[in-house]
């Protein structure tokens, strides 16, 4: 009897703290409007911008290179370029998150946005790292030429005159 007396000021609490916890739900605060709202265009161009100098400054620190005040100054230009302030472009980000579905859309076209650049990115370098190796190329002929052709007409030369 004690055993069972014990287990049930035990179990008790338990179940009036999961009883209590069950009834209770979170009253969302309700996202208003913001003064400006941005429309989803100009916040995908901004997030894209936004990532981008994210991923900068994360290469800059696996790099192990000094990134300063480097955040300040991205997101400063970005502000700037967008004539935003951190506070409407957040009031803005919340606005949209109030809408899952749409919010993932757009995220989904930041990422394709991305995507089209870092495709844009890579084709330059290939084109780079192609003009490099035809002007290797060129530079290994003119080599060729030199050490071969050269001292061959050159001879040739020195024969013809010489009689």
């Not at 069972?4 to 009253?27: D, K, N």
Request: net charge positive; proline share 4%; hydrophobic share 40%.
């Amino acid at each position: 009897m004690v055993k069972f007396s014990f287990a049930l000021i035990m179990l008790f609490p338990v179940l009036l703290l999961s009883s209590l916890t069950s009834c209770y739900h979170e009253v969302k605060e309700q996202t208003s409007m913001p003064d400006r709202l941005l429309p989803e265009d100009s916040l995908i161009e901004i997030l894209t911008e936004v990532q981008l100098a994210d991923g900068a400054i994360t290469y800059k620190r696996i790099s192990h290179k000094k990134t300063g005040n480097d955040k300040e100054k991205y997101y400063a230009y970005i502000y700037q370029k967008y004539h935003l302030t951190p506070k409407l472009l957040k009031q803005n980000i919340d606005y949209y998150n109030t809408d899952p579905e749409k919010m993932i859309a757009i995220y989904d076209k930041v990422l394709a946005r991305l995507s089209q650049l870092e495709a844009k990115i890579n084709l330059e370098i290939k084109k780079e790292t192609k003009a490099k190796q035809d002007s290797l190329q060129t530079i290994d002929t003119t080599i060729f030429v030199r050490k071969t052709m050269v001292p061959f007409f050159q001879e040739t030369a020195l024969k013809m005159f010489t009689w």
